[in-house]
């Protein structure tokens, strides 16, 4: 009898750390030794070279991409009675960090290729109560951000980007992040650049914003001791610093990697039953996710749990159709959401990925 194959988890970040072992355990240590743990010598430095990595003149490190994106939100004057249009199909906290900034979210549907916000829609969204537009680059690919921009500029809106998928992402060449007034990261550990806690980040090209920012991130203070504004206690620490500094070394790579990983499946399920996902030419997708299509998905989850193999669902439902949000009345109608909701599915991707366990995976989803 032959041995059962071994189980491919959906996420295994222990490949990618092993790599980078030691380098990860000399600046930790030396940040142990130093006695500096907040808005230290590496959150500085950090914030230096991820605006320079991004293109972006300024870059302002928080507690996490929550947290980038309200504070984001309050820093560019968006509250109480303002809406906010944004992608339906996202994780929640993209709608959170709305209501935390008190202002409005108003949902709509995506596009059918890239699942991220439909400019169409956003155009028809528009009232005057809008004073924001949110997009997420889903999955790692970048939203349609030259026709999100001239919305935003006709009409005087402010372009917050959520790039917690897409760091490294771009389009046309440029960066994720650059796009709008702010690009909002997350460094939760899953995400491309991951640290080992949370964390987030602001990019702006503006210093007024980024001034604003630092003051909302410590307890609205500039002067020590000197308090004009409602602020909060959102701080990336040097401990995640330290370590995002490394990673920020290796994140190109570790994105070229996820880019053949998906190549590879998308070159496996042409004969599938299953849609692999689509790349717009204009962008380059740094594959957080790689998610695909089944009509049969639990038909399709149940071969790989049964093989051993992960998969996982985001998002099983759009953000208007989660209880918090739903409200009293029927459920919005947001017809190419539900359908992606019902029928996607993510597939294991992350740097250490066998060619082997591709192969294996693929297999698994090529037969009904
Ligand atoms: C992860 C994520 C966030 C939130 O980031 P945290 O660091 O977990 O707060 C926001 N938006 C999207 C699209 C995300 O994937």
Do not use: W
């Amino acid at each position: 009898m032959s041995s059962p194959a071994k189980s491919i988890p959906m996420l295994d970040l222990t490949l990618q750390h092993r790599r980078l072992r030691a380098e990860l355990d000399a600046v930790i240590a030396e940040v142990v030794a130093s006695g500096r743990y907040i808005l230290g010598p590496n959150v500085e430095a950090f914030e230096r070279e991820v605006a320079e990595f991004l293109g972006a003149r300024e870059a302002v490190a928080v507690a996490s991409g929550t947290d980038a994106l309200h504070l984001a939100l309050r820093a560019a004057g968006v509250g109480d009675g303002d809406e906010v249009i944004t992608t339906c199909f996202s994780f929640i906290a993209t709608a959170t960090a709305i209501r935390f900034a008190g202002a409005q979210p108003v949902f709509v549907d995506i596009d059918p290729s890239t699942y991220n916000l439909d400019p169409e829609a956003v155009q028809q969204a528009i009232t005057p109560a809008t004073r924001a537009v949110l997009p997420v680059h889903l999955y790692g690919q970048p939203a349609h951000m030259g026709r999100l921009q001239a919305l935003c500029n006709q009409h005087g809106l402010v372009l917050i980007e959520d790039c917690a998928q897409s760091f490294g992402a771009t389009r046309g060449g440029q960066m994720t992040g650059t796009f709008g007034d702010a690009g909002c990261f997350s460094f939760f550990p899953t995400k491309n650049l991951g640290g080992m806690g949370d964390g987030g980040l602001v990019v702006t090209n503006s210093p007024k914003l980024a001034r604003h920012l630092r003051k909302l991130r410590n307890h609205g203070s500039e002067l020590s001791g000197f308090h004009d504004e409602l602020g909060y206690n959102s701080r990336l620490d040097e401990l995640q610093a330290a370590v995002l500094r490394v990673k920020l070394l290796h994140v190109q790579a570790f994105n070229d990697e996820r880019r053949t990983i998906a190549a590879h499946y998308t070159r496996l399920l042409a004969q599938s039953a299953v849609t692999a996902p689509f790349e717009d030419p204009e962008g380059v997708h740094v594959y957080h996710q790689y998610t695909v299509l089944s009509e049969d998905r639990d038909g399709a989850m149940g071969r790989l749990q049964e093989a051993g193999v992960g998969c996982a669902i985001h998002y099983g439902r759009p953000i208007p159709h989660q209880p918090l949000f739903a409200g009293e009345g029927p459920l919005p109608s947001l017809p190419v959401a539900e359908r992606i909701a019902r029928q996607c599915l993510c597939l294991p991707i992350y740097p250490g990925l066998e060619s082997g366990d591709i192969a294996r995976v693929a297999q698994l989803l090529v037969h009904r």
